[in-house]
């Protein structure tokens, strides 16, 4: 995790981002990176001028552009899946899908179960954005504080991670949690909290690295290999601040609570 105390712009962002890329290319391709919250093509252009190892670059920089509405996609489709597994129809026409998050994922989501004839329900921590996107969809903006006691048939979290606790999960109102926020788990024993509350996890899409969050922490997941784990954090502590491994990660429900098998 590089902390910085609040997100950059102008000049301070891309010298930020150019350090960012020579941790990246020290790293030799074990670990590969790309955009996420509040970064976007061109951040990951800045990237691209220091490293190959990065996804996401624009067209013209020779990339295949923001990986966020091909994630958007994704999550649609994992939400019909688990309509047809926990109903025996992937239809959409009459449901409620709450999204939560109006960002680059969340934003174009919510298009898709709008067009196919779902109540959409937008939640952002800022509340302009949340009415822009739930206005073009013909949808509803969400205050941010009532998320989780929302009545709802699927609530897609595309936002921060760290959401589902033993807190809020017996709060939820829906029967399916899909969406691509990292990290949904706010702790590993999650799983055990919410099976006793008749909940299992599945996570229908994977966001990807290189998060700042709007708490002004930027971090990247990585994957489970110590020996990539111990170069990451002794390259880190040359180019940033502190690092920090991966944390568990899934999705969620309502009464009685539905589950896809993970893969992988």
Known sequence: ???????????????????????????????????????????????????????GRSVQAGGSGSPAPPTAVGVYHGIRASLSHAFGSDDLE??????????????????????????????????????????????????????????????APCAVGGILSVETVPRLRCRIVAGSANNQLAERRQPTCCTRVGSSMHRTSSSTPVVPSRSSAWSSSAGPNPSWTRRWRGSARRYGRSTSGPTPEASRRRQPPTCLPRSG
């Open 1 to 55: 995790m590089i902390a910085v105390p609040e997100i950059p712009s102008g000049e301070q962002r891309r010298a930020l981002f150019l350090r960012y890329a020579d941790l990246v290319a020290s790293l030799g391709g074990t670990f590969r990176t790309s955009s996420d919250i509040n970064t976007g093509e061109a951040d990951t252009d800045v990237i691209g001028e220091r490293t190959e190892y990065v996804f």
């Open 94 to 155: 009459g449901r409620i899908v709450v999204v939560q998050g109006a960002g680059g994922v969340g934003s174009p989501l919510a298009d898709q179960p709008a067009n196919a004839g779902a109540s959409v329900l937008i939640a952002d921590i800022d509340p302009g954005r949340a009415h822009a996107v739930a206005g073009r969809v013909g949808g509803a903006a969400l205050p941010a504080d009532q998320l989780f006691e929302t009545d709802c048939d699927v609530f």
